[in-house]
């Protein structure tokens, strides 16, 4: 096993992944920016390295010199996180030309996974599904017709020359099909001056499911079942949670021995999840897949009591998976609320600055994976992530009111979050009874006014009386100025003292 | 300890609303709120940005953040951004909104402390130099004076005020502003 | 179910069980003592009542102020916690002649289980069993012998008049004892004047191993397995895990199967704890039962994921266990350290005061059960118990790493803790093979001369560059001054407030 | 700012140290540690009672809470009490310790400040009035008087220092204690 391990990262992930290796016995290296000297990743650490300016691109994007902190510090291995250099196939080649331990998997299967139309093919060729299409432009309604029957109803006629969601046409059966593919064609001519069409399977309201998988380089593969992340706005997740509400035992099983089967088409090594495309039906299809750690791996380990970093340094160091696939276990329900800097109110705009107070919920079930402490900033430079908050219940609903109750405890001053907005998503009938798809928010936000505050006059009292002890207090003391200290004030301050033990002022 | 202080709310929906605090023997505040219900509150911070609220048995848990005069406050989930004027704050707004545009008519305050004496009224032409304002810090009275030459347009403050750095303690127009 | 519930209690229990209300949506009302004004049960109540002054006498353990109280705020129900009136036969049965339900056994059992004697009376009719001792004095030692073969040696011969330890002799066999028996009638003769002695069955280096039970008013009921409380000093558990390292499966079972017998016994209901001695044949004898939640029952619900404080409260509103005792999960281990403000270099004194600042750990497999805050009084009239810090680990090494690496993470400042007296216990090898006894810690104390300090040179630096750094501090207020605010010193303060922005001042 | 100051270390163990250190320009610091060697430290304070200091490329995080000039030190799990005193401290203790027991012959600040000037030396008789010393606070020069007769036995402040409250200045003995 390594003796020290730098972790390319910052925020709560270089926190997250620390901890583990604390529990492994292994020293941390921290590398930061010069934007990040105060951040928590480089207290947690045993050494720190400073590796550049507060732009990515000259700090944490910088292979060379992330190497050469690895160098310094006689770091034997590099754990990358997620986002930066995760995924960066060329950091992974750099690394496998040093002594220095990549964790994660090779070059190649991220290469693999990392280009759009190989990956698909790649897939394709494993087995594993696609979601159906013409490879290429029909013009005949008839051939076309044929391929539609054979992919299912509804589907989606594409005008070639289209984009952006333009010179689409939906069709739900094969009546209207020949009628609607002519008047496509017509559309598209009309619009882009090609009539040229494809026909591609409609997913009705689709939900974002994937699967975590680990698998050791001696090929030994197993998943550790669903996340279900439809809870996003713009691609962006906001809730995850495991299992999915939705999905049937069957499906369950299929969608994990696909998953399996897209790692092995990479030989796959590591931490790794392959995202699907779920719809109502039960069908999935690959969407693509994730070649490190995801933000939210936690809701995995909450319901498997697997510790995933562990697993990564682990098989990076050649270990083999002590794990079958039968022996994988699973108990209740987890939910992860990615708590951000950011004003829901006002397009979910960052909202850097000073954390004035950060208090994480705790007590049962609760889990807190915070990047950031009470004093410290938000940077502008970096993703406005304050924590990643997780519960987990014997089922879903005790995991969902502990959600509630611990986004209740939880206090963060200075900047804005989107602490209520989780609170409002989860009270959401469609959350609730866990139906809700990739469209879920976005509907959700149209429908809404704002957050309703049913504590108004109650914040009103507190900022007022606030206030008020605060005009006392000055008038306090530019009067005690005036006095002198061995005026007759002497007794007011004695009750002031007394007062003040009291925590009254 | 007693003397009872108004507050001017603005919650964000441009209503304005009224409050009066008074601090009771016991150091339990009296509050009477917009609609003139009057409640006895007990207040401890246990914590700086904290404000635990004891109201008719209720317990009120708050987080405070404040910014000027506005206080972010957080009460469960929820968060309010709340300004709050003191009864000095209101006249030095309306004292800003009179002289917003002008030139620099406002003596403002160069420390923190307490006003002892106020020497001139609204509608007296005053000198560069004459005193204005005492305003003692530290032990010491400190005369502050007019930085030019006008007629007194606003006095915002009064003895026994507290004033911070920069506060406004006079606004003297032109003579020809008459 | 309930739509408001009392807590009758303060700390950390307090603050818990409000926890797993406020998860039940039930309403939460706080009791309070003048002392604890400001203590965060108050702070996390929905309402709350002040009960007295800070004698508990006067307060926590008045009655008729805390069914007051439960009256006033219109309660249907009252947690009492542990300690104060949790197992106080008196306060039960007072609440069962009002509509206030209360949440725990029966008077009768409370009773029962809490005279001593009569508690030993019926569990021997139960059968489960007791420590082996003859019931009245020998004097004859052929029948003396015959019992100590009975009962298998070593025994422990008594002197009736004894007491204190005074007066004992162990016997390791047959052949030793009919000398040992008449010296030790000679010797208690002198000594005491009477030469009766008593025959009992000698532990060698017993475990404190308890079953957590649950029972419903049905009758069903199941137990949660294991805690090994072994660790402790005058009877003060210090910290506690499961499973027991040293426990077989089958004993495991059996002792499970007569806690529940000695549970139906007293027709036990609600959640309780049946303690035993372990030796190190794997026999137990039955030492009390505790009629109340223990401070250290979230380790069970660390590997068993059931929520005990939920499952009283559903018990006590009616509810029907759901669980078959071949149902109830166990995954992993756990393990608990209670954090106290004592100074274990000066015999674990208390050390209330101020608790300047609390930063308690996270990340996965970490619970922490606080009972107060930064900026919070332990006061000198409660235990002054900080914390319990919980860890889970799919197995034994890893909770046990868990466990340091967030005693590691914990930071409290102000008052003294065993912090480090903690880390101390988990690296000792007893501890690390899991085969300590309740004579532990004793032994520990007595070999050890003090904590190992290995940042001590560091820890002198971080005070010489604090101290510095309030020099200059203090020397730049006071150079201001001088200087007045228009005077060349601006330039240093521009930098002074660079620095500020990189936190260096 | 780049001032080197001395520190005495007393860690427990009745053992002295002597530590000092040096702000350098880009804030860090020099720091010569009681066996002579020289480490360069980089020091910020997340938050009150915190340090974080990266000493040699080892990031240490240490939790502070000071109580006179006593630091308890938190790092990791371990706990250090730990008392610094810089050089005025460290005189105002031998002082202190000279006057043990005596009647009151120290002559201690009023007020918080800056020494700017000391007017008197050890083993100059001064009246009951004469000035001693002059502490500056708040733009305010403050003469401190001799509070009584007597032969100054130690002055254990210089100008640029800064006091506190109750530190004493000087200490006065009888005249026949000569």
Known sequence: ?505 | MSRSREYTVFNGDDEQRSWEVETLENGRYRVTKPDGETIEVDAIAPDDDRLHLLVEGKSVDAALFRRDSTYQVQIDEQRHDIEVLNERELRMRAAEAVTAGGGSPQLVSPMAGLVVKVDAEVGQTVEAGDRIVVVEAMKMENDLEAHRSGVIEEIPVQAGDSVEIDDVLAVIGEPDDE
């Open chain 1, 1 to 505: 096993m390594f003796s020290k391990v730098l972790v390319a990262n910052r925020g709560e992930i270089a926190v997250r992944v620390m901890r583990s290796l604390k529990e492994m016995d292994i020293e941390t290296v921290a590398v930061f920016s010069e934007a990040d000297r105060s951040a928590l990743h480089v207290r947690k650490a045993d050494e720190a390295v400073c590796v550049g300016p507060a732009a990515s691109s000259e700090s944490y994007l910088r292979i060379d010199k992330i190497i050469e902190a690895a160098r310094t510090t006689g770091a034997e291995a590099i754990h990358p996180g997620y986002g930066f250099l995760s995924e960066n196939a060329e950091f992974a080649r750099a690394l496998n030309e040093t002594d220095i331990t990549f964790i994660g998997p090779s070059p190649s299967a991220i290469e693999a996974m990392g280009e759009k139309t190989r990956a698909r093919e790649l897939m394709e060729q494993a087995g594993v599904p696609l979601v159906p299409g013409t490879p290429e432009a029909i013009d005949d309604a008839t051939v076309a017709l044929a391929e539609a029957e054979k992919m299912g109803f509804p589907v989606l006629i594409k005008a070639a020359a289209g984009g952006g969601g333009k010179g689409m046409r939906r069709v739900n059966s094969a009546t209207e099909f020949a009628n609607a593919f002519e008047a496509a064609r017509r559309e598209a001519s009309g619009a882009f001056g090609n009539a040229d069409v494809y026909v591609e399977k409609f997913l009705v309201n689709p939900k974002h499911v994937e699967i975590q998988i680990l698998a050791d380089r001696e090929g030994n593969t197993i998943h550790l079942f669903e996340r279900d992340c439809s809870v996003q706005r713009r691609h962006q997740k906001i809730i995850e949670e495991t299992p999915c509400a939705t999905l049937s035992e069957e499906t369950r099983q299929k969608m994990g021995q696909v998953a399996v089967q897209a790692a092995e088409a990479v030989d796959y090594e590591g931490a790794g999840t392959v995202e699907f495309l779920l719809d109502a039906e039960g069908n999935f299809y690959f969407l693509e897949m994730n070649t490190r750690l995801q933000v939210e791996h936690p809701i995995t380990e909450m319901i498997t009591g697997i510790d995933l970093v562990k697993w990564q340094v682990g098989i990076a160091a050649g270990e083999t998976l002590s794990l079958q696939q039968e022996d994988v276990p699973r108990n209740g329900a987890a939910m992860e609320c990615r708590i951000y800097a950011e004003d829901p109110e006002n397009e979910f705009r960052p909202s850097p600055g000073l954390v004035s107070r950060i208090e994480a919920p705790a007590g049962p079930g609760v889990r807190d994976d915070a990047g950031t402490y009470s004093g410290a900033e938000v940077p502008l430079e970096y993703d406005p992530m304050v924590s990643k908050l997780v519960t987990w219940g014997e089922d879903r609903t005790e995991a969902l009111w502990r959600m509630k109750r611990a986004l209740r405890e939880y206090v963060v001053t200075g900047v804005k979050t989107n602490l209520q907005f989780h609170l409002e998503v989860l009270e959401h009938p469609e959350f609730v009874d866990g139906s809700y798809d990739t469209q879920f928010v976005p509907r959700m936000m149209e429908e809404r006014g704002g957050p309703e505050k049913s504590n108004g006059e109650l914040a009103e009292l507190a900022a007022v009386v606030a206030a008020h002890r605060r005009a006392e207090e000055l008038a306090r003391k530019a009067g005690n100025h005036n006095s002198g200290p061995n005026s007759s004030s002497t007794s007011r301050w004695k009750s002031l003292g007394r007062y003040r033990q009291l925590k009254r002022f």
